[in-house]
């Protein structure tokens, strides 16, 4: 069962704000937020992560509330070469392993 | 930022073969990696998670003779689809945890497999 739940798709305009929303209720004290980006027959590419606050890099901003329920990725100003799928991974510790259970991923159309 | 490869990058096989597929890190040593497999318009799923030195750990309802997982040194772990079928033909991706404390993961390219 995937730790994660965000929206499945999503469409936007070139030169839009995209926000992407990640919930995550059940995340532990020391479980970080990470975000990753995914093009066709590819793996999965690193894009931000955080614990809490804000954090920002040169390509993405990650917004996290108080209680980290949830997440936000906001895309500032995106164009057609970031349509892809974006997944909000959550680490899973087991047995002394950190690993990541992916869940749906939204996958984002940019339109022209 | 850390890279991993794998190899190879694309395979098809007869039905009834075996296939290896390795996952490097080339510029870190990995104690653990771990294997995914994706399906078209999918999520990753995983399979296993690679241990160097002992035996892999296999997700719920993954067979582990079917998928043999090799961790021989630290920086090479390898799979092996065992009397590959067409219905095991999917898009292998393995990763592995940064040196850092900050739980990231990198991503290998994915393989490829397609068993006729």
């Known amino acids: 069962l995937a730790k994660t739940t965000q929206p499945i798709s999503m469409d936007s305009y070139e030169g839009q704000e995209v926000n992407i929303t990640c919930s995550h209720n059940n995340i532990a004290t020391n479980d970080y937020i990470t975000w990753y980006q995914q093009f066709p027959s590819q793996g999965p590419r690193f894009i931000i992560q955080?614990?809490?606050t804000k954090v920002t890099n040169e390509v993405a901003s990650l917004f996290i509330p108080a209680d980290r329920k949830s997440s936000t990725l906001s895309l500032p100003r995106v164009s057609l070469s970031d349509t892809a799928v974006y997944y909000c991974?959550?680490?899973?510790?087991?047995?002394?392993?950190?690993?990541?259970?992916f869940g749906t991923g939204t996958r984002l159309k940019v339109l022209a | 930022g850390a890279v991993v490869s794998q190899h190879p990058s694309r395979v098809i096989c007869k039905s009834g073969t075996s296939v290896k597929i390795e996952c490097r890190s080339l510029d870190f040593q990995a104690t653990t990696m771990f294997w995914y497999r994706q399906f078209p318009k999918q999520s990753l799923m995983l399979m296993a998670t690679s241990n160097e030195g002992s035996k892999a750990t296999y997700e719920q309802g993954v067979e582990k003779d079917k998928f043999l997982i090799n961790h021989a040194s630290l920086t090479l772990s390898t799979l092996t689809v065992t009397s590959a079928h067409p219905e095991d033909s999917s898009f292998y991706i393995c990763?592995?945890?940064?040196?850092?404390?900050?739980?990231?993961?990198?991503f290998g390219p994915g393989t490829r497999l397609t068993v006729l």
């Open positions: 990763s592995a945890p940064g040196e850092d404390l900050l739980h990231e993961q990198f």
């Open positions: 955080g614990y809490k």
């Open positions: 991974l959550v680490g899973e510790r087991t047995s002394g392993t950190y690993k990541y259970i």
